[in-house]
């Protein structure tokens, strides 16, 4: 009898492992345009918006039913890696290599105004990301080993570039930022601590407060390192991804879990995404979504443990700032939706 009993509980916990991954399917949207999608910014469950190769920004206002795409008159062969939108007709996105462009729309992206230029030599942007009362920043590669950073607090109208002005952040030689999804930075609510970087390439390190933290993932190659930060609902708590994007089957060292104390406190989960993964985000306190070049992870415990629900291939994913929805982005111009 014992033993029957304990076969039933082992074949209970398998079915309900098995259901539980069983709800989570991801539902292509679009795939009509032969661009790479980096940038993806979730307004709320309705608004959508994308950015990317080919000078290609697209928008939904029905929750991804359509999508209006526009190629920016004047950027056609500029690559858009990051986008940060505020409402429907509201948007900023960032152009890497030089020179930095920093483009911005109010008519939902009929029209686009330059609003900060950089034509320094060897100038990249990467990522960028708002707190909710306008305040912002832009990162970018090391600019003779100083971070390079512009800020706004203004929603993106005007920009306020500090590479010059302030040496005390110094990279490493091969540290530096991933233009993989515009998520390496994290904006918080807190004045004293506005954003959280990570950095990758042969070394791999965490800015908080001012101060660099080691991260304990795959480095010493220029593909390895943390591609993404992402901060839960709850501010106390952070979660890193990253691992080699040239070998993206490889799930060693791929994410950091992060306690946000005075001084951060870093985990490991006991079983990690599956492989390499560009961006992560928090769907609430405990589940998150992870995705890379080969496949999507979700996790229902905080990230202490990884389920592999997908072997498609995105760059990006982001859950709704205001409302439940979470899509995705990647290759190929593909864009989809996690339904759960």
């Known amino acids: 009898m014992r033993r ?21 399917t991801i539902q292509i949207l679009d795939s009509t345009h032969a661009i790479s999608i980096r940038g993806l910014s979730v307004v709320d469950n309705n608004t959508i918006w994308v950015s990317g190769s080919k000078g290609s920004v697209a928008k939904s206002t029905n929750g991804g039913t359509n999508f209006e795409w526009y190629t920016v008159k004047g950027y056609e062969q500029r690559d858009f890696r990051d986008i940060a939108a505020f409402d429907s007709n509201n948007a900023v996105i960032i152009a890497v290599a030089e020179p930095a462009i920093i483009l911005r729309t109010k008519d939902g992206g009929q029209t686009w105004k330059k609003v900060f230029e950089d034509t320094t030599k060897g100038m990249f942007l990467d990522a960028m990301d708002f707190n909710n009362k306008g305040y912002g920043v832009v990162i970018g590669d090391p600019i003779n080993n100083n971070l390079f950073k512009a800020f706004t607090v203004d929603y993106g109208n005007s920009w ?3 590479h010059m002005v302030d040496p005390g952040m110094q990279l490493k030689d091969g540290e530096a930022f991933f233009a993989s999804s ?12 506005p954003f959280i970087y990570t950095t990758g390439g042969k070394t791999s390190r965490l800015i908080y407060k001012d101060a660099f933290y080691n991260l304990n993932l795959l480095s010493n190659k220029e593909s390895t390192g943390a591609n993404s930060i992402a901060l839960a609902p709850d ?6 991804v990253g691992g080699d994007f040239a070998d993206d089957k490889n799930a060693e060292q ?11 406190v870093f985990t490991v989960p006991e079983t990690g995404p599956h492989g390499y993964r560009s961006c992560v985000a928090y769907i609430n306190n405990k589940q998150l979504i992870s995705c890379g070049t080969s496949g999507v992870d979700i996790s229902a415990d905080g990230g202490k443990n990884w389920q592999l629900i997908s072997g498609h291939s995105f760059h990006v994913c982001q859950k709704a700032k205001n409302g439940n929805a979470v899509f995705l982005a990647g290759a190929n111009g593909v864009i989809a939706r996690l339904q759960y």
């Open 4 to 24: 029957i009993t304990l076969l039933f509980l082992i074949a209970f916990s398998l079915f309900s492992v098995n259901s539980h991954a069983q709800q989570y």
């Open 160 to 162: 306020i570039s500090l």
């Open 182 to 193: 515009g998520t390496n930075v994290v904006a918080t609510n807190n004045k004293n601590n």
């Open 235 to 240: 501010g106390k708590n952070a979660i890193v």
């Open 254 to 264: 791929n994410c950091i879990l992060v306690q946000l104390n005075k001084q951060p």
